[in-house]
């Protein structure tokens, strides 16, 4: 796993838990984690991640608009 430090501007007042979900969530979103990893790199349970998702405007529900479509057509 790769360790790094960032700068965040004082103004933005976001603390280090902020922060990961900020980074989980959007890791998530895109796809690139999956629900039980990107909890555990925010510090959560799977459960935990899921409920806070909507704060920060993410879909539990991560399907490619594709996907999406050909669900419409098949129901």
């Known amino acids: 796993m790769k360790n790094i430090q960032l700068e965040i501007p004082e ?3 976001l603390d280090e838990k902020d922060i990961k979900m900020i980074l989980a969530s959007k890791l998530y979103e895109q796809g690139k984690l999956s629900l039980g990893y990107a909890a555990k790199l925010a510090g959560y349970t799977k ?6 998702l909507g ?3 993410v879909s539990l ?3 490619p608009p594709s996907e ?3 669900d419409v057509k098949n129901a």
């Open 68 to 70: 999406l479509s050909r």
């Open 47 to 52: 459960r935990e991640f899921a409920e806070q």
């Open 55 to 57: 704060k920060y405007n």
């Open 11 to 13: 103004n933005l007042d």
């Open 61 to 63: 529900f991560n399907y």
